[in-house]
């Protein structure tokens, strides 16, 4: 079965300290995993997927097939980047849909 | 630009009202989803639709329906609302089936009295 785990509900930081969103996954299969952000009173949208292997907003995650994992960092967080996170998963083969874990609010503090 | 519209931002129903929730698309997108967005819970698949007027249960579809007459409009339907319905709905639209991304729509958050 398919599951994402977000292990933290809420991860508060003050400004300038690293970041790290944790994201773990289950899937028999090579799957492509995303974040997605939303903002206060903004849609839901994509923040990066693993396959781009870029970074955005200054975020990166890597998919670490051994540890089952796709952890979103940051070195520096801004007031900005406060928002609620998503890790998703999608398969590779056939009709997929997308998998949600729970979300991690992220509080940046001044 | 990837434009998903939904009919209402807030909707305010009584218990065993018949809901209809809009999604609208711009991108010619084949793949249409409605997922119900509650705190700790994350987002849940209710149904989605791969096609006009096909149609696949999610996760959660207990209580609703969907109909998709036309490519760009996937409407989702509460039968006989129940407070247990109360929640945050989001549509999405997919057009890429390779990079698997999808692209939300505002929201709506129902609340059933």
Known sequence: AQRVTQPEKLLSVFKGAPVELKCNYSYSGSPELFWYVQYSRQRLQLLLRHISRESIKGFTADLNKGETSFHLKKPFAQEEDSAMYYCALSGTTGFQKLVFGTGTRLLVSP | ??????SSRYLVKRTGEKVFLECVQDMDHENM???RQDPG???????????????EKGDIPEGYSVSREKKERFSLILESASTNQTSMYLCASR??????????????RLTVT
């Open chain 2, 33 to 35: 989803f409605w997922y």
């Open chain 2, 41 to 55: 819970l994350g987002l849940r698949l209710i149904y989605f639709s791969y096609d006009v007027k096909m149609k």
């Open chain 2, 1 to 6: 630009d990837v434009k998903v519209t939904q």
């Open chain 2, 95 to 108: 057009g890429d089936r390779v990079s698997h991304e999808q692209y939300f729509g505002p929201g709506t």
